[in-house]
């Protein structure tokens, strides 16, 4: 008998934990099912190889509580099992990070944007919003292990678009991670790089709009168990994208202030060919701050 043909392979092993985590109707089957994938993380991380990372990534995004997975899951009933993918998540990130296919593995690039994905689906997460603080400073931690164009692209458009999440603290906390992330990287930014930052940053973020319903808000309704009063100043929709927008016009303020002249080398090359656009967005850009609310 052939011993070699009775082995199995990392995948065909794991392959099964992940679709229990991935096809689990009840919460408590997939709180085993995490609790299997912590053992094997914490005993056998490190000898983890290939599309095996991305097949146990990818089922730990299923449980993240997006309405881009099962809707079932967005219950408050998948609470706890959110939270406790969200563990195995950190400990990839914190502890298995130079263990995951790099290049030239031929896996390195699905697995970094499964693992990208991932973050981005807990920070969408409506669970917890802790869950969803964390998950955005990972983002920034990704960026910052592996600063490659395609990563660091990757990571600002996941954070931009957290920035526009409906939560005030979550938005928040993503465009201060989006500028850390661009004021920590800008250095080794090449041009083809600010070029990208810059319009990405400028036409979604400047020129994004409160939300058009001014509803009133008395208590934080993303934290029902301790509510948080908000102060008269912040107790509407309308005045807490006011605040979102101050901090993104002081972070945009930063980056200018530091980077001012890499943007301007990065633009020179593409000036004399978009003069007519680049005058329009200035214009636009003009017009918002002259009617930006003090």
């Not at 881009?68 to 950190?90: G, T």
């Not at 697995?111 to 920034?140: E, M, P, Q, Y």
Request: contains cysteine.
């Amino acid at each position: 008998i052939d011993t070699n043909s009775l082995q199995l392979s990392q995948l065909e092993i794991v392959t099964p934990l992940c679709t229990l985590l991935t096809t689990a109707k009840s919460p408590d089957v997939a709180k085993l099912g995490l609790e299997s994938t912590l053992i094997v993380l914490e005993s056998a991380g490190h000898e983890l190889e290939g599309d095996t990372w991305t097949h146990l990534i990818t089922s730990l995004s299923s449980l993240s509580g997006t309405s881009s997975f099962d809707s079932k899951r967005l219950d408050e009933s998948w609470k706890e099992s959110c939270v406790a993918a969200f563990s195995c998540l950190q400990l990839i990130v914190n502890d298995y990070l130079d263990h995951l296919p790099s290049s030239p593995d031929r896996f390195a690039s699905e697995c970094r944007i499964a693992l990208l994905d991932c973050c981005s689906s807990f920070g969408s997460s409506k669970h917890d919003v802790n869950v969803s603080f964390t998950a955005t400073g990972l983002l920034w931690t990704l960026a910052d292990h592996d600063p490659s164009p395609t990563s660091v692209k990757i990571s600002v458009t996941k954070l931009i678009e957290l920035s526009r999440d409906e939560r005030t603290e979550v938005r928040n906390v993503s465009l201060q991670s989006l500028i850390s992330l661009i004021v920590g990287l800008g250095s080794a930014f090449t041009p083809d790089q600010w070029r990208n930052i810059c319009n990405v940053l400028l036409h979604a973020l400047l020129f994004t709009s409160a939300s058009e319903d001014d509803v009133e808000i008395t208590s934080d309704i993303s934290n029902e168990e301790y509510p948080l009063f908000v102060h008269h100043s912040r107790n509407t929709k309308s005045k807490q994208w006011e605040g979102t927008h101050e901090l993104m016009l002081r972070g945009l303020e930063r980056i200018l202030r530091q980077f001012f002249y890499h943007i301007v080398i990065a633009a020179s090359s593409e000036i004399e060919r978009n003069v007519e656009s680049l005058e329009n967005e200035l214009f636009k850009g003009v017009a918002y701050l002259v009617d930006f609310p003090p």
